[in-house]
């Protein structure tokens, strides 16, 4: 046990985060390293070189000096940035095909879900209704995907090929077969005119915060055959301003929305987003990071950067994600 110490600091609370099974995990893939689960701790903090951390409480990781790098266990780093006393050590996120896949599947669910009219069909066979509706091609529907990164670029591919219009929007320019790409705030009102499905995949920055707000619902299509445009929000809670979400529903500026994530985790039971009918609503299980997937892309990491390579998927302070 000569290796370096990794801390495991977990406050998820739900079974996917169950800190004993990310421990047995880490033990398994991590055999000649010493692997301590926080807060139960039980060294010296001097010894902790690495950690391996899911939400963990602000200030959490200052107590380590000897920190050279943390593992996000997850891909959106959002909670770690807000962190102001965060070690200022390289930090790693989630980027695996694992975890891509998963938001994949999500994101093309609950695409055709809107698009198959699938909240009117369900609606007509709990009331034993035969009224079909005309049912539009895909090539008729105009997808567009906020965020085309890891996640964004991956979803935007698998729609495409199922026949949709995709679009995606980024930060910078990006070049992808078939996906009609939009960059910075002078294209973003173009990319929402075309836009039916609005997918939401950014990460939560001082930028995004609050960007699906009633004036960009405004700007998207309204002359497709949905009658109404469709949001879907997987990205962050904090990405969307949630008064508008509701007024906008209730107006009908928009059609319907699926929402994973929220401001606040866990949805509090009075919150209207439950029970409202044109909401899908999931508990932030868009894609689960995997505890087998996900320790055995941390322990190669490690013995990588200990044997003289370089970090991947390592966070850019400066931009926030
Ligand atoms: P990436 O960092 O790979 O991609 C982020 C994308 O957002 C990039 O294309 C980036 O542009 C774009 N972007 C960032 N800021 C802006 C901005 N101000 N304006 C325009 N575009 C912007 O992240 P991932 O794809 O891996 O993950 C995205 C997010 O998904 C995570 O941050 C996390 O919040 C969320 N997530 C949610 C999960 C869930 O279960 N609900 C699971 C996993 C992730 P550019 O490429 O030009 O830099
Ligand atoms: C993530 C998440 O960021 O699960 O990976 O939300």
Redesign the pocket.
């Known amino acids: 046990m000569d290796k370096a110490t990794l801390a495991l600091l977990i406050h998820g609370g739900t079974e996917n985060w169950s800190p004993a099974r990310w421990k047995r995990r880490f033990d398994e893939v991590c055999r000649d390293r010493r692997v301590w689960l926080l807060p139960e701790g039980q060294g010296d903090p001097a010894d902790v070189h690495y950690a391996a951390v899911w939400k963990p409480a602000p200030g959490e990781l200052a107590a380590f000096p000897n920190l050279r790098v943390i593992f996000n266990l997850?891909?959106?780093?959002?909670a770690l940035m807000a962190d102001k006393s965060l070690p200022k050590v390289p930090l790693v996120r989630v980027?695996v095909g694992d975890?891509t896949h998963r938001?994949t599947e999500y994101v093309v669910l609950h695409v055709l879900m809107h698009h198959r009219q699938e909240l009117y069909l369900r609606a007509s066979q709990r009331e034993k209704r035969w009224q079909p509706k005309f049912q539009w091609p895909a090539a008729a529907i105009g997808v567009g995907i906020?965020?085309?990164?890891?996640?964004?670029s991956d979803a935007a591919d698998v729609l495409r090929r199922l026949g949709f219009r995709v679009a995606g929007?980024?930060?910078?320019p990006?070049a992808i077969e078939g996906v009609e790409c939009f960059?910075g705030k002078e294209e973003l009102d173009a990319f929402l005119q075309r836009t039916d499905i609005l997918v939401c995949?950014?990460?939560?920055?001082a930028?995004?915060r609050h960007i699906l707000n009633r004036g960009l619902f405004a700007k998207l299509n309204r002359a497709g055959p949905m009658g109404a445009p469709v949001l879907i929000n997987?990205?962050?809670g904090g990405l969307q301003n949630e008064a508008d979400i509701l007024h906008c529903l209730d107006d009908g500026t928009l059609g319907a929305a699926s929402l994973?994530?929220y401001a606040v985790e866990p949805l509090p039971p009075d919150s209207p987003f439950w029970t409202h009918p044109k909401i899908v609503l999931t508990p932030?299980?868009?894609?689960?990071t995997d505890p087998d997937e996900i320790s055995r892309y941390v322990a190669q990491q490690i013995e990588r950067f200990e044997a003289g390579g370089a970090l991947q998927n390592v966070v850019d302070p400066a931009r926030g994600?």
């Open positions: 997850g891909a959106g780093v959002d980027a975890l938001m906020m965020g085309l990164g890891t996640l964004g929007w980024s930060n910078t990006k960059h995949l950014l990460p939560l920055t930028d995004t997987a990205g962050r994973d994530v932030h299980n868009a894609a689960d994600y």
